[in-house]
């Protein structure tokens, strides 16, 4: 999965990358700046972990 399809599941399940960088402990200006390069995949399983998370509070 890349990060371009990692923020297009996040905008499909309703979750906002602000959130997903609330939950890393990080502005959101940094997180995006992040998404910039390709991220490694312990990292991209986190933030899946925490889309999940974030969905079923958004629902």
Same mark, same amino acid.
């Not at 599941?9 to 609330?22: F, R, S």
């Given at each position: ?8 599941? *996040? *905008? ?7 959130? %997903?960088? $609330? ?14 390069? $390709?991220?490694?995949?312990? $990292?991209?399983?986190? %933030?899946? *972990? %925490? %889309?999940?998370?974030?969905?079923? $509070?958004v629902k």
């Amino acid at each position: 999965m890349t990060n371009q399809e990692l923020k297009l599941k *996040a *905008a499909g399940e309703g979750v906002k990358l602000w959130q %997903i960088a $609330e939950k890393l402990g990080m502005a959101d200006c940094a997180f995006s700046r992040k998404l910039r390069r $390709e991220l490694p995949d312990e $990292e991209k399983e986190r %933030i899946l *972990a %925490i %889309i999940e998370e974030l969905k079923k $509070e958004v629902k």
